[in-house]
């Protein structure tokens, strides 16, 4: 069983920056492929980007390529998501998620992905 709690999150205004974080227990983070998602009111949850196990590939949605950065450090069990240049569209709960099959690949389907946390608000204001 893998536990995710993530922080970071808060309220920002747009052209702000905020860090993600997301702390993963268990002994086999470092075999995980880890993603984080977002849902904005009204709206499904959707990707926004996964980094493999090593940090090795990585990939992002459209809308936060060249302004959102994956990252993690396995000694630490931990994900992070800096988010630069933010947008009044960026407003959702981002959740992280770990895919814990062992995949040759990295997915961006939701259901793909054992483990989630519980959220954390991001708000950013116009």
């Known amino acids: 069983q893998v536990q995710l709690v993530e922080s970071g999150g808060g309220l920002v205004q747009a052209g702000g920056s905020l860090r993600l974080s997301c702390a993963a227990s268990?002994?086999?983070?470092?075999?995980?492929?880890m993603g984080w998602f977002r849902q904005a009111p009204g709206k499904e949850r959707e990707f926004v980007s996964v980094?493999?196990?090593?940090?090795?590939?990585?990939y992002y949605a459209d809308s936060v390529k060249g302004r959102f950065t994956i990252s993690r450090d396995n000694a630490k069990n931990t994900v992070y998501l800096q988010m630069n240049s933010l947008k009044p569209e960026d407003t959702a709960v981002y959740y992280c998620?770990?895919?814990?099959?062992?995949?040759?690949?990295?997915?961006?389907?939701?259901?793909?992905?054992?483990?989630w946390g519980q959220g954390t608000q991001v708000s950013v204001s116009s």
């Open positions: 998620a770990a895919d814990a099959q062992g995949r040759f690949y990295l997915t961006k389907v939701e259901k793909e992905y054992e483990y």
């Open positions: 268990g002994r086999t983070f470092s075999t995980y492929a």
């Open positions: 980094i493999a196990w090593n940090g090795g590939i990585i």
